[in-house]
Nanobody, 120 residues
Framework: QVQLAESGGGLVQAGGSLRLSCAAS????????MGWFRQAPGKEREFVACISRSGGSRYYADSVKGRFTISRDNAKNTVYLQMNSLKPEDTAVYYC?????????????WGQGTQVTVSS
């Protein structure tokens, strides 16, 4: 069992940056691939990025490639999402997730989400 808790969301102007963090409980964090997803109002949840267990491989949605960076620190049981050049269309609730497979759009454990709002 893995429990995940996101933080770092907030309100930012277009062109600004935010860094999201996701802290995981337990001592098995390094056994899981990690992903970030987002869900905007009235829309389905969409994949944003994922990272392998070691952090050596990463994969991004086309909509965020070149602007967002996913990373992890296995010693701190934390995965990050650095978001630069934010756009109003990035506004959503952002969720982190943990899963056994990489790369994958399917995950076993989810956090509660953190709101990101980008004003124009």
């Amino acid at each position: 069992q893995v429990q995940l808790a996101e933080s770092g969301g907030g309100l930012v102007q277009a062109g600004g940056s935010l860094r999201l963090s996701c802290a995981a409980s337990g001592r098995t964090f390094s056994r899981y691939a990690m992903g970030w997803f987002r869900q905007a109002p009235g829309k389905e949840r969409e994949f944003v990025a994922c990272i392998s267990r070691s952090g050596g491989s990463r994969y991004y949605a086309d909509s965020v490639k070149g602007r967002f960076t996913i990373s992890r620190d296995n010693a701190k049981n934390t995965v990050y999402l650095q978001m630069n050049s934010l756009k109003p269309e990035d506004t959503a609730v952002y969720y982190c997730a943990a899963g056994r497979n990489y790369p994958s759009y399917e995950y076993d454990y989810w956090g509660q989400g953190t709101q990101v709002t980008v004003s124009s």
